[in-house]
């Protein structure tokens, strides 16, 4: 991308490497949200290589942590910017997995199942949610013979966008606390999950 560019950077200092925090005009990473894990990569320009470790948002601005390989970094110098692709597309998979598990809960064990949290990174997906009392050997079965049908269905993954309030009115979970602006992400699997989602997703749940 030609027209992206570094509008301010600042060093920090670590023990061990100098490290540094990048904002850009616009970016492809994705910022730690809802759970998931910022993206790496690596930025390019024609004198420098930066790893780019993890990515955060603050208020509005998106900031890219990460390290120098080689070279130095200047304010509106244009940047290649290169995703690790292998790790979000691991990221992915353990994302729509939370939300075929979220609606698996709720059939099972009833509509009162509220998600308090998640984390979604390459390794791994945790989904907390609240329940009257801990799940027997039988109930985990269930859950989990219910998901793995999804996922063997094969079934689409499909994104809309819409005014919050459609949303709403269509069932599209939201969870408890979370903030949304006017208009949200729709994310829904068939006609089994519903939910408003901002993170990635694959395309087909098999």
Same mark, same amino acid.
């Given at each position: 991308?030609?027209?992206?560019?570094?509008?301010?950077?600042? =060093?920090?200092?670590?023990?061990?490497?100098?490290?540094?925090?990048? /904002?850009?005009?616009?970016?492809?990473?994705?910022?730690?949200?809802?759970?998931? $894990?910022?993206?790496?990569?690596?930025? /390019?320009?024609?004198?420098?290589?930066? =790893?780019?470790?993890?990515?955060?948002? !603050?208020?509005?601005?998106?900031?890219?942590?990460?390290?120098?390989?080689?070279?130095?970094?200047?304010?509106?110098?244009?940047?290649?910017?290169?995703?690790?692709? @292998?790790?979000?597309?691991?990221?992915?998979? &353990? !994302?729509? %997995?939370?939300?075929?598990?979220?609606?698996?809960?709720? @059939?099972?064990?009833?509509?009162?199942? @509220?998600?308090?949290?998640?984390?979604?990174?390459?390794?791994? %997906?945790?989904?907390?949610?609240?329940?009257?009392? %801990?799940?027997?050997? &039988?109930?985990?079965?269930?859950?989990?013979?219910?998901? &793995?049908? =999804?996922?063997?269905? &094969?079934?689409? $993954?499909?994104?809309?966008?819409?005014?919050?309030?459609?949303?709403?009115?269509?069932?599209?979970?939201?969870?408890?606390?979370?903030?949304?602006?006017?208009?949200?992400?729709?994310?829904?699997?068939?006609?089994?999950?519903?939910?408003?989602?901002?993170?990635?997703?694959?395309?087909?749940?098999?």
């Amino acid at each position: 991308d030609s027209e992206l560019k570094i509008i301010k950077y600042r =060093k920090v200092k670590s023990k061990t490497k100098e490290q540094f925090q990048l /904002v850009f005009n616009r970016t492809p990473f994705y910022a730690e949200s809802g759970g998931q $894990v910022g993206d790496q990569g690596y930025i /390019v320009t024609e004198q420098a290589r930066f =790893k780019v470790e993890d990515t955060q948002r !603050h208020g509005q601005a998106i900031i890219h942590y990460g390290y120098l390989e080689r070279g130095e970094l200047h304010v509106q110098d244009q940047v290649e910017a290169s995703i690790d692709q @292998q790790r979000r597309s691991a990221i992915r998979l &353990n !994302h729509t %997995a939370t939300h075929l598990l979220h609606a698996a809960l709720k @059939q099972v064990l009833g509509p009162h199942i @509220q998600q308090k949290g998640s984390l979604v990174d390459a390794e791994r %997906a945790r989904f907390d949610f609240s329940h009257f009392e %801990a799940l027997t050997a &039988n109930e985990i079965d269930q859950i989990e013979n219910l998901v &793995n049908a =999804k996922i063997r269905a &094969n079934q689409i $993954v499909d994104t809309v966008l819409m005014p919050i309030e459609k949303a709403r009115e269509t069932g599209a979970v939201a969870l408890f606390g979370e903030k949304y602006g006017d208009e949200v992400r729709v994310l829904s699997i068939g006609d089994f999950s519903k939910e408003l989602c901002g993170g990635t997703h694959v395309s087909q749940t098999g």
